[in-house]
């Protein structure tokens, strides 16, 4: 075990906050637009971690919401300030997985570095970095799909 904090975040106002128990399985940048406007940022940037290995405390506080059908993915948000909290996804045979925003985690959190873009044709500005890059639905899909599956396969 290593001596360093574990990673911690929360929404705005605190009501909904939660602590990494465990290994995140992989961060990634997505463009789409629904992150876009979830996150009121130019992509979203989240941690894919499972369920099991985060502790939520305030979850009660959570109102999700799904964006598209069918409904895989929910995206919760803090009732009370409306800040991003965590978002749920469901996927048939798969562990419960939470996407986390980086965004919610305290300053401090060391993170993993992010491993790939997905939706980046929707991109709203260009990034220099040389991490690969979905374009399109079924792509972007796949590429997270796969690392899913490859980072759940390896711990
Ligand atoms: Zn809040
Ligand atoms: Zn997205």
């Not at 929404?11 to 940048?29: D, E, K, M, N, Y």
């Not at 598209?68 to 929910?74: A, K, M, N």
């Not at 562990?95 to 709203?124: G, M, N």
Request: charged residues 20%.
């Amino acid at each position: 075990m290593t001596t360093s904090p574990m990673p911690r975040g929360s929404c705005s106002c605190q009501q909904v906050s939660f602590t990494l128990t465990g290994p995140v399985l992989f961060r990634a940048l997505c463009h789409c637009s629904i992150c876009q406007r979830f996150n009121a940022a130019p992509y979203g940037d989240v941690l894919a971690i499972r369920a099991g290995d985060v502790a939520v405390k305030g979850a009660e506080h959570i109102a999700y919401r799904s964006h598209r059908q069918p409904p895989l993915l929910s995206r919760g948000r803090c009732a009370r300030c409306d800040g991003v909290a965590i978002e749920r996804l469901n996927l048939p045979l798969m562990p419960k997985i939470y996407l986390i925003p980086a965004q919610t985690f305290e300053a401090a959190a060391v993170l993993p570095k992010a491993s790939f873009h997905i939706f980046y044709d929707k991109r709203q500005q260009d990034h220099a970095d040389t991490l690969p890059k979905s374009s399109g639905y079924l792509p972007s899909e796949l590429r997270f799909t796969r690392a899913l599956l490859t980072s759940l396969l390896k711990k």
